[in-house]
Nanobody, 123 residues
Framework: QVQLVESGGGLVQAGGSLRLSCAASGRTFSSHAMGWFRQAPGKEREFVAAISWSAAYTNYADSVKGRFTISRDNAKNTVYLQMNSLKSEDTAVYYC????????????????WGQGTQVTVSS
C-alpha cells in the first residue's frame, strides 16, 4: 500500500519561509516523478511543482517560480518543497503526489496523494 505523509506546514508571516516534506512508502519511490499541489478554500486544487525521478528535471507554476524549490532524496524516499518569500496568496493545504510516470503538471496523472498539510501566511 502506497503512503505519502506530508509535514512541515504551519503559520508564518508574509516574507517568511517554510520547508515541506513528504515521506513515501509502498512504491519504488525513485522510479516515479513527484509533485506538489495546493488547494485554497473555495478553489480548485492547483499544480505547484514537480520533479523527475532522477531530480534532473523540475517544473514550477508561474506563481511560485523563483520563490519555491522542489527537491528529493531517493535514499530517504522523501520529497521536499522549500518555500521562500511567502505571500498571503500562498495560504492553502499543500499535497504531495506520486505520478504514474514522468514529470507532469496534470492532476489526473498522479495516482497517489498525501493527506495534506496546512500552510497559512499572515500579512
Amino acid at each position: 500500500q502506497v503512503q505519502l505523509v506530508e509535514s512541515g506546514g504551519g503559520l508564518v508571516q508574509a516574507g517568511g519561509s517554510l520547508r515541506l516534506s513528504c515521506a513515501a512508502s509502498g512504491r519504488t519511490f525513485s522510479s516515479h516523478a513527484m509533485g506538489w499541489f495546493r488547494q485554497a478554500p473555495g478553489k480548485e486544487r492547483e499544480f505547484v511543482a514537480a520533479i523527475s525521478w532522477s531530480a534532473a528535471y523540475t517544473n514550477y507554476a508561474d506563481s511560485v517560480k523563483g520563490r519555491f524549490t522542489i527537491s528529493r532524496d531517493n535514499a530517504k524516499n522523501t520529497v521536499y518543497l522549500q518555500m521562500n518569500s511567502l505571500k498571503s496568496e500562498d495560504t492553502a493545504v499543500y499535497y504531495c503526489a506520486s505520478a504514474r510516470g514522468m514529470v507532469t503538471t496534470v492532476r489526473t496523472d498522479y495516482d497517489y496523494w498525501g493527506q495534506g498539510t496546512q500552510v497559512t501566511v499572515s500579512s
